[in-house]
């Protein structure tokens, strides 16, 4: 829960002493410049037959007690509503000086489990599945911000066919060479390039699932070291993006523990027999097969036990899942509620795909540009910014620049966009200094640490701290922090923390241009806490989506 002083619930308290009929929708925070806060008197107008002029009067009556209001006024079917200069300022200042944070936080009981990446175990995570992964902590550091109890998981899929492919193309081609990541890939891709029909993948890939989910040691054995081996490149390449995962779930678990046959059980009554084949039945007709005649499982049924299994330990279930995966996110959720009696709340973000300079990619295929090649290419490209740029720094420091470079404008161009949309990277507009990018967020925070190294002290003011414009809107940023947090954590919407990482950057520098610090006289106490302000809050907001910030660039 975030602790804050809220003046959005704290006027809209007031007005309804007098109003009990307003909706938190009348009260909107304005971006016109006119105000701060406007009151839509149009749906209350039609509702109790009462003119704008005598709602007018009734909010301002109810205002007069609320100290932090310093002016109300009409405007076309807007109530005005203005915030006392100072506020802003003191209000944020109080919540760093005493609480060390803003906002500040109280843990929330509820127990979130957010379930990212799942990448097959098969290959290298490549730049485009990374995306789930980013979009999925981004999301996990916003529930952690806000208080939540909050793990995340990673479901390793080892059961399967692309298991099966993995470990088939192995012995195939591989049989007596060492299983290292290469000899693994090269075999997979081999043999899906072999399977150029359904028979010729019944042939090959079939036995070996029967055999596995028999439990058969050999193969049950091997498909878990073929696996472990891929996982574990896969983790490491995560955490070069500054990615940890606290939890690792095994698919094979549920198909030797026990929990599979429960969710056959518990269908009983809903599955409905295919020559051998089962199946349950959507609303629509729709089959959702759950088992193959010759006995062995489908995804479908592993995931609802995985599921099962997730509600033994979370409040609030997440999944971040490929735009391929929404039928079956739809079918799932159905399944669990209407058939299962499922409790926990069960939420999807699904993401677009993502292409480089215009390239897709398939891990099957070959095409694939993995995330550790783009990282290493981030860097090289970051590393050619920064030199020209800052030609006076020393090699070593020029590469710790461009790495954190390379791993901010990774995760920043992937999570300013909209989950939903597809995602093309682009070097020249991740890598740019000057616009909607890491660098440009990064570049203005290093610039506020350079301003408060050389402030040497403070002259003491009054703290009545009249503003100018660009003070204001600073500061009026700075304060909306909460608010923006609140609106990511609801929606499930990184991108909503980046835009205002990029809001609060843009009125910082319009703010530094305008206002100038060091030297400013009596303005300087204000200036330096707004600075200071800014800094700190800007390191709380882009650490939220994976930046890294320096005190020099």
């Avoid at 809220?6 to 002493?17: P, R, S, T, V």
Wanted: glycine residues 6%; aromatic residues 12%.
């Amino acid at each position: 829960m975030l602790i804050f002083d809220d003046l959005f619930a704290q006027l809209l308290e007031a007005i309804k002493i007098n109003l009990p009929e307003v909706d938190n929708t009348d009260l909107v925070s304005d971006k016109s410049g006119h105000a701060d806060y406007s009151f839509r008197t149009f749906r209350l107008s039609r509702l109790m037959k009462t003119s704008q002029e005598d709602l007018f009067s009734i909010i301002k009556e109810a205002l007069k007690s609320v100290g932090f209001v310093s002016n109300v006024a009409l405007s076309s079917g807007y109530v005005n509503i203005s915030i006392l200069d100072s506020f802003f300022l003191e209000s944020v200042s109080k919540y760093l000086s005493e609480r060390g944070q803003y906002p500040d936080t109280f843990q929330d009981p509820e127990r979130v489990l957010i379930e990212h990446t799942s990448t097959n175990p098969t290959g290298p995570i490549h730049i485009g599945r990374s995306r789930n992964s980013v979009i999925g902590d981004g999301i996990a550091r916003i529930f952690k911000r806000c208080g939540y109890r909050t793990t995340t998981q990673y479901y390793v899929n080892d059961s399967g066919k692309q298991v099966a492919a993995l470990y088939k193309g192995f012995q195939m081609y591989h049989e007596k060479d060492d299983p290292t990541l290469g000899n693994l890939l090269d075999g997979y891709q081999k043999i899906y390039k072999t399977m150029t029909d359904r028979e010729k993948e019944k042939e090959l890939v079939e036995p070996e699932i029967k055999r596995y989910e028999s439990g058969d040691a050999e193969i049950l054995q091997k498909i878990r070291e073929y696996c472990s081996i891929v996982l574990q490149s896969i983790v490491e390449s995560l955490q070069k993006i500054g990615i940890k995962i606290d939890d690792y779930v095994w698919e094979s678990s549920f198909l030797r523990g026990g929990e599979l046959d429960s969710v056959f059980e518990s269908l009983s009554d809903k599955i409905e027999d295919d020559s051998g084949a089962k199946f349950v039945s959507m609303p629509d007709g729709y089959k959702i097969y759950l088992r193959r005649s010759n006995g062995t499982s489908l995804y479908f049924a592993r995931d609802i036990a995985y599921h099962l299994f997730k509600a033994l330990n979370a409040d609030w279930i997440i999944d971040i899942l490929g735009e391929d995966h929404k039928d079956h996110a739809k079918n799932l959720s159905y399944v669990l509620k209407e058939f299962m009696g499922y409790t926990p709340r069960l939420d999807f973000v699904t993401y677009g795909f993502m292409s480089l300079e215009g390239s897709k990619f398939s891990t099957r295929m070959g095409n694939i540009v993995s995330l550790d090649e783009f990282v290493s290419r981030a860097t090289e490209e970051g590393l050619k910014v920064v030199r020209e740029k800052r030609p006076d720094l020393s090699e070593s420091r020029l590469h710790e620049i461009a790495e954190a470079v390379a791993v901010s404008s990774i995760r920043f161009s992937i999570v300013k966009v909209n989950a939903s949309k597809q995602l093309d990277f682009r070097w020249k507009d991740a890598l740019s200094f000057e616009g909607d990018s890491a660098p440009y967020v990064m570049y203005a925070y290093a610039r506020s640490r350079s301003i408060l190294s050389r402030i040497e002290s403070v002259p003491a003011g009054d703290k009545s701290w009249t503003m100018n414009e660009w003070e204001r809107r600073l500061a009026r940023t700075l304060f909306s922090y909460p608010y923006h947090l609140r609106d990511a954590l609801d929606s499930l919407r990184p991108e909503i923390i980046a835009n205002y990482c990029l809001e609060l950057v843009k009125s910082f520098n319009d703010f530094y241009s305008q206002c100038p610090v060091i030297g400013s006289g009596e303005e300087t106490e204000k200036r330096v806490m707004l600075v200071k302000n800014f800094s700190e809050i800007l390191k709380d907001a882009g650490s939220l989506i994976g930046i890294k910030f320096l005190k020099e660039m």
